[in-house]
């Protein structure tokens, strides 16, 4: 019904710009609950199994996110009496606060629910949970930097980071490597958030770009299994062509732009002394860039 679309889809711009614009942790988590509530019909709109089962999955999980990101907040307003975002001080509260929005994001090692949901919905609502759904809670991450358990978010990014690629190189659906490919950039965002949060929108801004350009250009070509894929070519090969230099993109191959936020990352975090996370992560990344050539090729 039209008239339900465009009420599920204001209802999930609404609660972004909700928790964007919030300075009270009481209406970022009401906004966080309307962008959950908003894409569940959306991705029940096809009545298929994998569909019903994908929302289920992703509904339990947001659902206990929120929960914790409620305790988090509660505890902090029951020990500081304040409510306002910027006032994150407890250290027990900033620990929760940052799991729950981890586990909102998709970021390793509560990243289990990302793959398998996103396997179970078509290409567009693929789209919009890979790319509108984070902007909710990378907003709040971005307003709470300062004041976040700074060990923490770095061994969170690093294990996302080698998750993200050590785990896709085993994939054939589309769909899963592009989970995959977005739980390695947000351990990228994750890592460089505490020493500079502009650089983490910069990485944000352009994952944005590249993800739905690749899963517009995915549903152009009707394609959701490297095998489909590879006969593409004789079809649309302008689409295809572009495409593939979309994946080398979002793997960070120079000159290409995807390794425009890597390289300046990379830099901040040598000038930082912590080399040994940044030779980490340039390896991880050597990892996602294996599997994006092997799409290439094929």
């Not at 614009?21 to 009481?26: A, G, L, Q, R, V």
């Not at 966080?32 to 009545?47: C, G, S, V, Y």
């Not at 500081?80 to 390793?108: F, H």
């Not at 789209?127 to 300062?146: D, E, F, G, N, V």
Request: aromatic share 10%; proline share 5%.
């Amino acid at each position: 019904n039209p008239i339900t679309l465009s009420v599920v889809l204001t209802s999930l711009a609404l609660g972004t710009i909700f928790t964007v614009s919030s300075s009270h942790w009481f209406l970022a988590w009401m906004g966080l609950e309307i962008n959950t509530l908003a894409i569940i019909p959306i991705m029940t709109q096809h009545k298929h199994p994998r569909a019903i089962e994908a929302s289920t999955k992703y509904f339990l999980t947001q659902a206990a996110a929120s929960a914790l990101l409620l305790f988090s907040s509660l505890n902090n307003a029951w020990l500081t009496g304040e409510w306002s975002i910027m006032d994150l001080t407890n250290p027990l509260s900033c620990a929760t606060m940052t799991v729950a929005i981890c586990m909102k994001l998709g970021l390793a090692p509560f990243h289990f629910w990302l793959p398998e949901v996103l396997q179970g919905i078509n290409l567009t609502t693929g789209l919009i949970l890979s790319t509108w759904q984070k902007l909710a809670p990378m907003a709040i991450l971005y307003q709470i930097a300062p004041t976040l358990n700074t060990p923490l978010l770095l061994a969170l990014g690093l294990v996302s980071t080698l998750v993200g690629g050590w785990s896709g190189l085993n994939q054939t659906q589309l769909r899963k490597i592009m989970a995959f490919s977005s739980i390695a950039h947000l351990g990228w965002m994750v890592s460089i958030l505490p020493f500079s949060p502009q650089l983490m929108i910069l990485n944000l801004t352009i994952y944005l770009i590249m993800t739905s350009t690749m899963f517009l250009m995915l549903k152009t070509i009707s394609s959701t299994k490297i095998s489909s894929l590879a006969t593409s070519w004789s079809k649309t090969p302008t689409t295809t062509a572009l495409s593939l230099l979309t994946l080398l993109s979002l793997g960070g191959l120079p000159p290409l732009s995807g390794f425009v936020p890597k390289w300046f990352i990379l830099q901040e975090l040598t000038n930082q002394n912590t080399t040994i996370l940044a030779t980490t992560l340039a390896l991880s990344a050597l990892l996602s860039l294996f599997f994006y050539l092997r799409l290439t090729y094929i």
